[in-house]
């Protein structure tokens, strides 16, 4: 499992945003993922949503015991569209 320091790989989001625009931007009616791309992009979303969840709950531990840490978020835009 990754600490809080590791970066997530967000590579699988953004194939998936690409995806999306390119099927818009196509007048596509749907997109299809095989099950590995599909399974990496579950895995990434839940990695993201574990490190938010963590971050909110320190946050909300902290703000109620009176601290002011400090929360860094660093995001890694990747590729811009």
Known sequence: ???K???????PIQQFLQQVKGAD??????????????KRLAFTLGEVMTRL???????LVSQARGDNET???NLDGGNNW
Do not use: C, F, H, Y
Request: glycine share 2%; charged share 25%.
């Open 5 to 11: 320091s590791d970066p997530i790989n967000t590579a």
């Open 1 to 3: 499992m990754s600490t």
């Open 53 to 59: 969840n963590g971050d909110l709950e320190k946050l």
């Open 71 to 73: 929360i860094e978020v």
């Open 25 to 38: 931007s196509s007048n596509q009616k749907d997109i299809r993922l095989d099950i590995q791309t599909a």
